[in-house]
């Protein structure tokens, strides 16, 4: 299934009057015609790839493109294509991907800022993604006080950051709970030991 490639639609048509036609050698109204042509994912617009444009003689209704058209006819047509701007929406799919890559940004950057709010005023219940050496694990948070953190290690370490939530299981928490300071927590998420902070 081809699902990329270029398309074409008319953007401007404009009347140009008092020239003689090669064809019928009236002198008459031309239509000048200017399509945009666009290349496009899935059909929907990413940019213009350029423009093309046709003259109508509107008595004998000849029809030339400016490759063929006589030295009048070609400067209105000149005139008209350098007045003539893409629209806006052949821009669509760049515009789209831009705001997502924005929108992703944010969300990250708000994450982040989360995340160093979370160490800050560490809650019973959050969760730290925790790397203490070459695989990864859990942290839950049992308790609170004024100078420490007690938590909790999860029974088991995974290869992949993306596997945590596999482990993320109310029994696969049985050891003791042992505390950590409040500048050691800061520390361990400082030196990306602590990689994350998960929050209910």
Sequence with gaps: MIFFGSRGTNIHNEQVSGIKCSHCEQTTTHTISIYGKYFHVWWIPLFPIGKKGFSECNHCKKTLESKEMDEPIKLAYQKANANTKSPIWYWSGLIIIGLIIGLISFLGNQHDKDAISHINTPQKGDTYKYKPNERYSLLKVASVN???IFVVDNDYEVDK?????????????TLAPYGISRSDLKKLFETKKILDVDRN
């Excluded at 950051?161 to 928490?173: F, G, M, V």
């Design 146 to 148: 004024n100078d420490s």
């Design 161 to 173: 950051k993306s596997d945590l939530p596999d482990i993320d299981k109310p029994e696969n928490y």
